[in-house]
């Protein structure tokens, strides 16, 4: 089970609390004692001027929380966006910006106790980051994972590559374009990108094209196979986008589509 370090508990208090980073509303000593009680069932009576300082309060709850097996519950609500709009009154958007951001913050001060949280709205787990992470790829700047608690792909800039701005700034445009193209029938979905050491997440595809053409094809499969791939490409190409690294390699099949990979 994750444990947090007595560092990374007061951070998250207090940032939870609205003491640190703007990132949350700001919470009384009654509200801090109502959420806990509310959400995970104890049953405190807020004591007015004997109670300990509010950011204070709430780190040893999450530690209670966090000693229960309870901290991806934790997360998973103060991370969700329902809870930002119950705390900021704005709408969807909005809060899910602000949750997106906190998660980010949450993750900077996690990385010294090797933890990161991940997942997606209302489903936050917290791991340990080299034991969720398992290589799958490498190529000449980047190097490539499967997270096994979500099953989605990291990819992520090595870092000695990462140190030079141009190559950061390069592979966060292979995300924003991935991005702009992931109603495209074809191309896989990005998710979420990391600031803090240069990575993305992405749909995980379930083979690349040159495992899976090591299967006996009949020429029809062949020839849809490449009408898919044509296809995807023309459709790319109508928005202004050239695929400079198009190879078996970066073809995945799922589900008998083939989609690329940036």
């Known amino acids: 089970m994750p444990s947090l370090s007595e560092r990374s508990l007061e951070s998250i208090a207090?940032?939870?609390?609205?003491?640190?980073?703007?990132?949350?509303h700001?919470?009384?000593?009654?509200?801090?004692?109502?959420?806990?009680?509310?959400?995970?069932?104890?049953?405190?009576?807020?004591?007015?001027?004997?109670?300990?300082?509010?950011?204070?309060?709430?780190?040893?709850?999450?530690?209670?929380?966090?000693?229960?097996?309870?901290?991806?519950?934790?997360?998973?609500?103060?991370?969700?966006?329902?809870?930002?709009?119950?705390?900021?009154?704005?709408?969807?958007?909005e809060a899910r910006e602000r949750a997106d951001k906190a998660k980010r913050r949450f993750n900077q001060v996690l990385i010294s106790d090797d933890l990161e949280i991940v997942g997606t709205d209302g489903e936050m787990k917290l791991v340990v980051i080299d034991s969720d992470l398992i290589p799958i790829g490498k190529g000449g700047f980047a190097e490539v994972f499967k997270q096994k608690s979500t099953g989605k792909v990291l990819k992520k800039l090595m870092p000695e590559v990462a140190l030079d701005v141009g190559n950061r700034h390069r592979f966060k445009r292979e995300y924003e374009i991935m991005k702009d193209l992931a109603e495209l029938p074809g191309v896989l979905r990005v998710f979420d990108f990391d600031e803090s050491n240069c990575s993305y997440t992405m749909e995980?595809?379930?083979?690349?094209?040159?495992?899976?053409?090591?299967?006996?094809?009949?020429?029809?499969?062949?020839?849809?196979?490449i009408m898919q791939i044509v296809g995807t490409m023309a459709a790319i190409h109508s928005r202004g986008y050239i695929h400079r690294d198009l190879s078996p390699t970066n073809i995945f099949e799922a589900s008998v589509v083939c989609v690329t990979r940036g």
């Not at 009680?37 to 040893?60: E, I």
């Not at 995980?204 to 196979?225: R, V």
């Open 14 to 24: 207090k940032m939870f609390v609205g003491d640190e980073g703007e990132l949350f």
């Open 26 to 93: 700001y919470l009384s000593g009654p509200q801090i004692v109502s959420f806990f009680n509310d959400y995970f069932g104890f049953q405190d009576t807020y004591q007015g001027g004997n109670a300990p300082t509010r950011w204070r309060y709430a780190a040893g709850k999450i530690a209670s929380v966090a000693s229960s097996g309870r901290l991806d519950r934790f997360f998973s609500i103060v991370l969700g966006f329902k809870y930002m709009v119950s705390a900021f009154g704005c709408d969807e958007i």
């Open 204 to 225: 995980a595809g379930e083979t690349t094209l040159l495992e899976f053409m090591n299967n006996p094809l009949s020429e029809q499969a062949k020839m849809s196979i």
